[in-house]
């Protein structure tokens, strides 16, 4: 806190530079080698291959540089210590890690998965060192309460930038999106809507056309009307499109190809505790906001609001370099990436309630009562921020007002839980279309020409989506105006229905009472189901492409169009059938029985919960995103019914089975553990195997040391007493060990390859010529987790979930066995699941 505005200084004035890591897309099988232990060289990440040598342009999530960002914990008696005491055979001089700590010790390499353990012990360490200190004087007091007040900070910060990039992002898409169709002669900068705001020229009838805004055939051919000017405004939609949408892929393969996708599926495997450097960085921050206006406006089939959720973590994870306590933990970090989370969904729907139970149901891994708090807080803020930004122009938070005027029936939870039934049939099959349409991409040669699959994905959008009214306008304009109640003033083509001769007809004055079709609202219907059509298949290619690419909008757009041609149709039965037995007593003629804008909002909810398996949180969003709190029964009705359906044919949302498409290191904690193994079936060496590579406590050379850290890829070594007796001691790091290695050699004198490595607590005696030896006692985790070998596996995944573990030792009456691994639990889940172990590609 006292150093804060120093490192916002520095934070925001250093620029690194950042090495392009690749962008071209290719299979997994090619680039993965094949020993099961290796770090893979290059890798595909949300199909960008990337290499592994490339640096970021921010301090890395993984908090791996050897300068600035350095981690240590406590003292070396304690059981999570791994404290750099390295001393010779005179008198040795200690190094203290809180004040000279050694560069890299206690990080993590990258696409790597932390120790939960370690980083919670080491925050307890570091917090029980602060209390101690508090007590000695005011200065340590204050520095006490500026640490606990730091979080509370930090939230503030994250809630204000990422509302501000939310409502910058909101208002360029808007004006893009207009700049397809004309300009404002008054000023380019102006959208449509605000174009005509002042203008007094504007009809009821046509209130969207004033003579401030002209279309590019007004501007090019002098006149709006006629096939040539219809030409003109329709090539010159393809060429905004295609221009767009030719932006953004290149800015993302140039400088960022991690801004690519939804965002995610990586953010859920981040917050579970693996690293990916540069995922969370300035670069990719930057790119993702300036190519997500460019996509969206492009009239791609995809939504912003999945991307939001990837902005608000980058600027989380860039704002916690600004403070310590979380630079330096990467437990801690995680924590307020859950709340950034939490924010991204609040600034993407207006919902701050529904943003905090998402991140809980769907993105967090651990998620303490404290991150609630927090993310409630760093929600709201955010949600101010952007309401008072007012990117929408229409006073509210919310993006779909609805204002219903009549309330629903228990008839109607027949055909709520009919569109709950599509969707979750709808939720099916795109995951599995999606899922074989970016396997293809993968494997194939399509893969390798991102630029032109963009580029032809979205000619053929622009194409197709021009003639028919309902696809040319945005996702979010179509859900609104699905979502839209008829009155009598109505001007939609969706309310063209026949209006009545008398008001006998209506019920006494009734104005929104049922009516019957007219020919306006059957061309519509007729319109819908082509836009039905259109957005489902259109959809299915277009997730996974290299720009950024949500699919709340997209699902929820799909879903309306069924509610309302299904709302329709419950309507006019109603109207034309209301001496039927199940619309007797409560729908009389005249009345306003059946809503079709709840029809089209319970359908969006229905298709978002089959694709994405939320529940809870999609309830709560929808209602807020609505403001209809008296619907919180249909919706929830068909929310768990397109779940249950979606579940029968597989019980993975979109987010997980792209997880499992990618190869991450992701533990479902929904997925139930059913086979009947043992902790020695899965283990490592197997039968046939070599022997476990080892460690002793005494003995080694540090040259023998070297040799096996380098004739290996494993991420960390077991030490024994000894090759016979195999008793286990303690577990060492690769990294560590290596750090630990080379910055004795440069700071400690005598020491060379001859020399002893020991992680006894007194060094052994030596001859009188002997270098001095080399003690990383303080390195070593002197309480490693271990299982014994009959342990049943269902038991080890548990303890695997719920501790976050990296690996975990197998022993039998004290003696070592083997090692098992997350990457290992995951293989063994992947055969019993009859899929390829291979595809799981990290450590």
Not at 34 to 45: F, G, K, L, Q, T
Request: charged share 20%; net charge negative.
């Amino acid at each position: 806190m006292f150093q804060f505005w120093g490192r916002l200084h520095r934070t925001l004035a250093g620029s690194e530079g950042m090495e392009n890591p690749g962008y071209c897309s290719g299979s997994f099988d090619g680039l993965h080698h094949p020993s099961d232990d290796d770090d893979d060289e290059m890798v595909d990440i949300a199909g960008a291959t990337l290499d592994f040598s490339t640096t970021d342009d921010v301090p890395p999530l993984s908090s791996g540089g050897f300068e600035e960002y350095t981690t240590t914990t406590g003292s070396s008696s304690s059981s999570s210590s791994r404290a750099a005491g390295m001393n010779g055979t005179g008198p040795s001089k200690l190094v203290d890690p809180l004040e000279d700590p050694l560069p890299g010790l206690g990080t993590y390499e990258d696409f790597n998965t932390i120790d939960w353990v370690r980083e919670k012990s080491k925050d307890r360490d570091r917090h029980r060192e602060i209390t101690n200190k508090s007590r000695q004087s005011t200065v340590a007091l204050l520095h006490s309460v500026s640490d606990a007040f730091s979080g509370w900070l930090l939230m503030l910060l994250v809630g204000l930038m990422a509302g501000a990039l939310a409502g910058g992002i909101d208002i360029a898409a808007h004006w893009l999106t207009d700049m397809k169709g004309g300009v404002c002669l008054i000023g380019f900068w102006f959208n449509h809507e605000h174009c005509c705001w002042t203008s007094n020229e504007t009809t009821f009838q046509e209130r969207d056309r004033c003579p401030q805004w002209q279309s590019w055939a007004e501007l090019i051919t002098g006149t709006s009307e006629g096939p040539f000017a219809y030409i003109v405004n329709y090539l010159m939609y393809i060429f905004w499109a295609l221009l767009f949408a030719f932006l953004a892929v290149t800015l993302v393969r140039a400088f960022a190809p991690y801004a690519c996708g939804s965002g995610i599926p990586e953010i859920k495997t981040i917050l579970s505790g693996f690293i990916i450097r540069g995922y969370l960085g300035k670069w990719t921050l930057i790119i993702k906001t300036i190519t997500l206006v460019l996509a969206v406006s492009s009239g791609l089939s995809l939504g912003k609001e999945g991307p939001l959720v990837h902005v608000a973590c980058c600027c989380a994870n860039i704002l916690c370099h600004l403070f310590t306590k979380y630079r330096k933990n990467e437990a801690k970090r995680r924590e307020v990436l859950s709340a950034a989370a939490a924010v991204g969904v609040s600034v993407a729907f207006g919902a701050p309630i529904g943003g905090v139970l998402f991140s809980l149901e769907e993105v967090s891994y651990y998620f303490p009562l404290k991150t609630l708090w927090r993310s409630f807080f760093a929600a709201l803020v955010a949600a101010f921020t952007l309401r008072s930004i007012n990117p929408f122009g229409n006073s509210r938070l919310v993006l779909f007002y609805v204002e219903f005027h009549a309330p629903w029936h228990l008839v109607e939870l027949a055909p709520f839980i009919l569109l709950g039934i599509f969707g979750g049939l709808w939720g099916a099959l795109f995951i599995r279309a999606n899922i074989a349409w970016c396997r293809k991409r993968k494997s194939t040669i399509l893969g390798h020409y991102p630029v032109i699959e963009v580029l032809v994905v979205a000619a053929l959008t622009a194409l197709l989506a021009y003639p028919n009214s309902y696809t040319r306008m945005s996702g979010a304009e179509l859900i609104s105006e699905l979502f839209n109640d008829c009155s009598l003033l109505d001007s939609s083509q969706l309310c063209g229905y026949k209006q009545p001769t008398n008001t006998s007809e209506t019920g006494a004055g009734n104005s929104l009472a049922d009516r019957p079709a007219g020919e306006g609202l059957y061309t519509a219907l007729w319109q819908l189901a082509l836009a039905l059509v259109f957005k489902m298949m259109i959809t299915v290619i277009t997730f996974g492409m290299k720009v950024p690419s949500g699919l709340f909008i997209p699902s929820m757009a799909v879903g309306a169009i069924a509610g309302r041609l299904l709302g329709v149709g419950m309507e006019q039965l109603a109207y034309y059938n209301h001496d039927w037995f199940i619309f007797k007593g409560w729908c009389s003629p005249g009345a306003d029985c059946i809503t079709p804008g709840l029809y089209a909002m319970v359908g969006a909810a229905a298709c978002l919960g089959g694709v994405t398996r939320m529940t809870v949180s999609l309830v709560v969003i929808m209602f807020e995103l609505t403001g209809g709190l008296e619907y919180i029964v249909p919706l929830m009705a068909a929310t768990m019914t397109s779940k249950w359906v979606a579940d029968a044919f597989g019980r993975e949302g979109i987010y997980e089975a792209h997880i499992r498409l990618n190869g991450y290191p992701f533990l479902e904690p929904k997925e139930e553990f059913e086979h009947s193994s043992l902790a020695v079936d899965v283990m490592r060496p197997r039968r046939a195997d070599p022997a476990l590579a080892v460690l002793t406590q005494e003995g080694m050379t540090v040259g023998e040391v070297e040799t096996l850290v380098e004739s290996t890829h494993y991420s960390g070594f077991p030490v024994v007493v000894s090759q016979e007796s195999q008793r286990l001691v303690g577990f060492v790091l690769r990294r560590d060990l290596l750090i630990s290695i080379d910055n004795a050699r440069k700071r400690q004198e005598g020491v060379v390859s001859a020399s002893q490595v020991v992680f006894t607590e007194h060094a052994p005696a030596q001859a009188p010529d002997a270098p001095p030896p080399l003690r990383l006692r303080g390195i070593m985790d002197l309480s490693p987790f271990t299982v014994t070998d009959h342990t049943p596996m269902d038991i080890t995944v548990d303890i695997f979930r719920k501790l976050g573990l990296r690996q975990c030792l197998v022993t039998h009456n004290g003696r070592l066995l083997g090692i098992i691994t997350k990457k290992d639990i995951l293989k063994h889940m992947a055969q019993i699941a009859n899929r390829d172990p291979d595809s799981i590609l990290f450590n």
